[in-house]
């Protein structure tokens, strides 16, 4: 017989399998010796308060054998099969083409930068000598944005589609099953290159096309329909451009939410785009250690004892300011702050964790919502309004941190009482920190209102505010800033009937799992 069961452990009790079968035979009234195993459906962790506690979600077997889920996908010939252009290879792109695949189409990948073995040079070019490869950095690449930038697969986009689908598929392509079972699955920036090449290999096998170092210069278009996307091949060593046209059955365009090019080239051809909300603000960064100590209740003299079988504490802050949310994004425990910038003459942060979020620091976004109506003085870009102001920020803190990838940074309760920080605390963002006094750089907008949720935060977790805490500028690329509409049902562009916006470029995502389901309902579209 098999039964669903809820268990509730201490950290300890929920680590050995012996006290989980005593478990499970006390809930059941069943002998331990006819409990033939258990699965772990799903594990989270309850901190409320200081007696810290375990949920666990299992599957029990009772006099049967314990059945092993096996998850593959299987590649399929479609070589020769209609081709769909899948512009970006991010998490859109790429669950976009194996759902093709699936589907009996062949796509066709188009991704302006390098494959993740050849992109690890550009991070590290940009980490030690503050260089930018506007086509190959975190945002642009094989994987998109998401390969190195944590692989968090946490979403509230159950609405949206099948997330467990997702997951699975992650799993099929060499991610750990535990991915299945934790409240907040996380593959980790170490691990994730391995999955995205996977999954590439398998596009390949199955007769799809992936071209590299490919740019999207523009689009032929005939009876409101792309008959052709026109790129130019990107080299290194051949300064001669070479351009290629890929005709068009159907486009999905996965772009990505960085992909400015792409927002202008619509505009230029008076495809339409509309502005929309978006986030910006800082990245802050503390001791994961004081993190540890605030949400498990303990003194940092006893975070070892209590992080024995517990993971790197993590945390969720909300906060209305002036009518607008403050809140926090890509919390990265264990992480480190990576730059993230798209191109020279800009400051762009962001962070990620690897699997073992193992590292000293622990750091998030805090971010303001920006709505379009604020930005008045930018109403002569239209729908790009947003998009300048991005711009302008991540150059006033790429100046601010003396025209390199040298970041402003300034000590948390500092940039609280508005005061100028003659001490900043260590910080994992490689290429250095400068202090500068952020709270009268960012616009009052931003600036005022971090500063209120700040206190808010510090409220709510006392010890957060603390000069042993650093915030970084800027943090500007957490949502698109325009929206490429689409029909409701068909998906299609209202205007080209055979475009396809999808994922967080396009405005439809927030995060890898979204972004996937989307390109995955794209090509169900199509």
């Known amino acids: 017989m098999i039964h669903q069961i ?288 605030l949400q498990y209740h303990c003194g940092l003299n006893e975070v070892a004892v209590a992080r024995e079988y517990l993971p790197a504490a993590s945390y969720a802050l909300v906060h209305q300011a002036d009518g607008k949310g403050v809140y926090s994004f890509c919390m990265c425990p264990g992480g480190i702050i990576a730059p993230c910038a798209t191109a020279p003459g800009e400051v762009v942060t962001n962070g990620w964790s690897p699997s073992r979020r193992n590292n000293p620091f622990a750091n998030s976004g805090i971010v303001v919502a920006v709505d379009p109506s604020e930005l008045k003085e930018y109403a002569q870009h239209g729908a790009l309004a947003g998009l300048r102001y991005q711009q302008d920020l991540e150059k006033m803190a790429w100046i601010a941190g003396g025209k390199t990838q040298t970041a402003p940074a300034q000590a948390l309760e500092d940039f609280v009482k508005g005061k100028l920080s003659s001490h900043l605390a260590d910080c994992s963002y490689q290429p250095g920190i400068t202090s500068a006094p952020l709270h009268e750089l960012l616009p009052a907008a931003i600036g005022k209102r971090l500063q209120e949720g700040f206190k808010a935060f510090g409220q709510k977790m006392r010890g957060y505010v603390t000069n042993d805490a650093v915030i970084v500028g800027v943090e500007s690329r957490t949502s698109s800033p325009v929206r490429i509409p689409r029909d409701n049902e068909k998906l299609h562009h209202p205007q080209i009937t055979n475009l396809y916006p999808c994922g967080e470029g396009a405005g439809y995502a927030g995060g890898i799992v979204s972004a996937a389901i989307d390109g995955r309902k794209c090509a169900e579209a199509i």
Request: proline share 3%; charged share 25%.
């Open 6 to 293: 809820q268990l509730v452990l201490s950290p300890k009790e929920a680590a050995s399998d012996s006290i989980i079968r005593i478990a499970i035979s006390q809930e059941l009234s069943v002998d331990p010796a006819h409990i033939s195993g258990y699965k772990i459906r799903k594990r989270s962790v309850d901190a409320r308060s200081r007696r810290i506690k375990i949920n666990l979600s299992l599957t029990v077997f009772i006099d049967e054998p314990v059945t092993e889920q096996k998850f593959h996908w299987e590649p399929r010939d479609v070589s020769n099969a209609e081709s769909v252009i899948v512009i970006g290879a991010g998490p859109a792109g790429l669950f976009a083409a194996l759902r093709l695949i699936e589907l009996g189409k062949k796509p066709i990948v188009i991704e302006r930068g390098k494959d993740v073995r050849r992109r690890r040079r550009d991070l590290a070019a940009i980490n030690k000598q503050h260089i930018i490869n506007p086509d190959s950095n975190y945002c642009f690449g094989e994987g998109g944005a998401g390969t190195y930038s944590d692989g968090k697969l946490y979403t509230r986009s159950n609405k949206r589609g099948n997330v467990q689908e997702i997951l699975e598929l992650f799993v099929a392509h060499g991610a750990d099953e535990n991915i299945l079972v934790e409240a907040h699955p996380h593959i980790g920036t170490n691990k994730l290159p391995h999955i995205i090449v996977a999954m590439r290999e398998n596009i390949l096998k199955s007769g799809g096309e992936v071209h590299f170092d490919t740019r999207v210069t523009d689009f032929v278009i005939s009876n409101n329909k792309i008959t052709a996307v026109i790129t130019e091949k990107i080299s290194e060593t051949v300064s001669t451009s070479v351009t290629q046209e890929f005709a068009a059955n159907h486009v999905i365009l996965a772009t990505g939410h960085s992909a400015r090019d792409i927002f202008e080239l619509l505009q230029r051809r008076n495809i339409l785009i509309e502005a929309k909300s978006f986030a910006m603000g800082v990245r802050a960064e503390h001791p994961q250690a004081l993190i540890d100590s």
